[in-house]
């Protein structure tokens, strides 16, 4: 149950050249570049953006269901189960199972941490999934009992500690194996200069492309016709209308460029760099965030699998771990657990499937309720639950034993023959 224990907030004081936690967490931290680097700006960043919004689509179109092992070994699916309602039909009043999976992963990838508080139900099993604010809400470790608490601030403004029990919590990289790394805090150097160029860049073109430079006059000038000149030349050769325009100067007026173009800073190559330097450290493939120079349908197709592998599967083992441990009671983790359903990722085109299908039904693996199933189709009743398997197999003790009828046979053929 949820402990509202209401907390005195510790005094803390800051200055610029010692900046306290609170502080930097609130106005973000600054990278060599200049910018200021929060999870709103990095989110600003396409590159970013893209990165984090491919790994919540990937882990929220994914069902996340319940079972429970049987008796003879095998599972089944357990949909009437509070985990199972929770998970695949609402987890609170507000969200969908999409919803809320898509922004526990936004929350992972960006403050490094999502976490998820439960609302039991009087019967002891879960009733709803709420998820914390990460920017109010820190773990703490008493180390006089060394029990872990969350403590948070709730939307009305109200402090609140919150036991172990009662989160779910998700980690990015971690160096303590209890808070989260937060990745843009990593990477703020990549995304400060990818906002630096999105900055130049927009003000580039708001300026028409045009270099920066000095304007020559004959004689002296006053700071008030200094500022005519410079506003007079800034209306008439600068902005997207006047791009490309001929300049025409007058009354002995010389413009002298003093500014790089941006083919000889690289300016697109730099753009890319940081792109690269974002992908990989999200590890998602560089096709995926539309980078398609260096790829070929065979290295895309095994870039696929491998973010699958690599990426998305440290991720979900994450998730069901956490999920099955908080939310089960310890005696129900004996037999119930929660798991993703891949098939949808790892479904190939038709006749790969097909061919899949196939071999499965004829060794006996798959019904052909099994394969409708994962189909999105009907099944067939109880004749579609029927498994069928080849006359052309049997098990390796049966062929000892259909080899040592047959030599006997064959020795008391002979003896028969002889006696004749």
């Known amino acids: 149950m949820i402990f509202k224990l209401a907390l005195a907030p510790k005094a803390e004081t800051t200055d610029l050249k010692n900046p306290a936690p609170w502080f930097m967490k609130m106005f973000g931290y600054e990278a060599a570049s200049g910018e200021?680097?929060?999870?709103?700006?990095?989110l600003g960043v396409p590159a970013v953006y893209t990165c984090v919004n491919i790994l919540a689509n990937s882990i929220a179109k994914l069902p996340f269901q319940t079972f429970k092992k049987t008796r003879e070994g095998g599972r089944e699916?357990?949909?009437?189960?509070?985990?199972?309602?929770?998970?695949?039909?609402?987890?609170?009043?507000?969200?969908?199972?999409?919803?809320?999976?898509?922004?526990?992963?936004?929350?992972?990838?960006?403050?490094?941490?999502?976490?998820?508080?439960?609302?039991w139900g009087i019967d002891g099993r879960p009733k709803e999934l709420w998820l914390l604010n990460p920017a109010v809400t820190e773990p703490y470790v008493d180390v006089m009992t060394n029990t872990l608490w969350y403590h948070t601030t709730l939307p009305n403004g109200e402090f609140v500690r919150i036991g172990y029990g009662d989160i779910i919590h998700l980690t990015a990289l971690s160096t303590d194996g209890v808070k989260g790394k937060p990745p843009i805090q990593v990477a703020r150097e990549a995304i400060g200069s990818s906002q630096a160029a999105q900055k130049f860049k927009?003000?580039?073109?708001?300026?028409?492309?045009?270099?920066?430079?000095?304007?020559?006059?004959?004689?002296?000038?006053?700071?008030?016709?200094?500022?005519?000149?410079?506003?007079?030349?800034?209306?008439?050769?600068?902005?997207?209308?006047?791009?490309?325009?001929?300049?025409?100067?007058?009354?002995?007026?010389?413009?002298?460029?003093?500014?790089?173009?941006?083919?000889?800073?690289?300016?697109?190559?730099?753009?890319?760099?940081?792109?690269?330097?974002?992908?990989?450290?999200?590890?998602?493939?560089?096709?995926?965030?539309?980078?398609?120079?260096?790829?070929?349908?065979?290295?895309?197709?095994?870039?696929?699998?491998?973010?699958?592998?690599?990426?998305?599967?440290?991720?979900?083992?994450?998730?069901?771990?956490?999920?099955?441990?908080?939310?089960?009671?310890?005696?129900?983790?004996?037999?119930?657990?929660?798991?993703?359903?891949?098939?949808?990722l790892l479904r190939a085109d038709q006749k790969s499937r097909s061919e899949f299908y196939k071999t499965m039904w004829e060794i006996g693996g798959f019904d052909i309720n099994n394969i409708l199933e994962l189909e999105d189709m009907d099944g067939i009743g109880e004749m579609g639950e029927k498994r069928f398997v080849s006359l052309n197999y049997t098990t390796l003790d049966l062929i000892e034993e259909y080899q040592r009828g047959k030599a006997n046979q064959s020795k008391g053929g002979e003896g028969n023959g002889a006696e004749d």
């Open 77 to 119: 699916r357990d949909k009437k189960h509070a985990v199972s309602k929770v998970l695949e039909t609402r987890p609170n009043p507000y969200q969908s199972p999409f919803k809320f999976k898509h922004l526990v992963e936004t929350h992972r990838n960006t403050w490094g941490n999502a976490y998820i508080n439960i609302n």
């Open 36 to 42: 200021q680097v929060t999870v709103n700006s990095a």
């Open 202 to 344: 927009g003000k580039f073109y708001k300026h028409g492309a045009a270099n920066s430079g000095i304007i020559k006059v004959p004689g002296l000038l006053n700071q008030e016709a200094k500022e005519v000149v410079r506003d007079e030349w800034e209306k008439a050769n600068t902005g997207l209308n006047n791009a490309q325009r001929i300049a025409i100067l007058d009354a002995g007026l010389e413009f002298q460029s003093i500014s790089m173009p941006l083919k000889d800073a690289q300016f697109v190559e730099g753009m890319k760099y940081d792109k690269t330097d974002i992908a990989m450290l999200y590890n998602i493939p560089m096709h995926m965030v539309n980078e398609l120079e260096r790829s070929t349908h065979n290295n895309i197709e095994q870039q696929s699998l491998d973010y699958i592998q690599n990426t998305l599967s440290p991720i979900i083992k994450q998730w069901e771990e956490e999920f099955t441990y908080q939310l089960f009671s310890e005696p129900e983790q004996r037999r119930y657990y929660s798991k993703f359903n891949l098939t949808s």
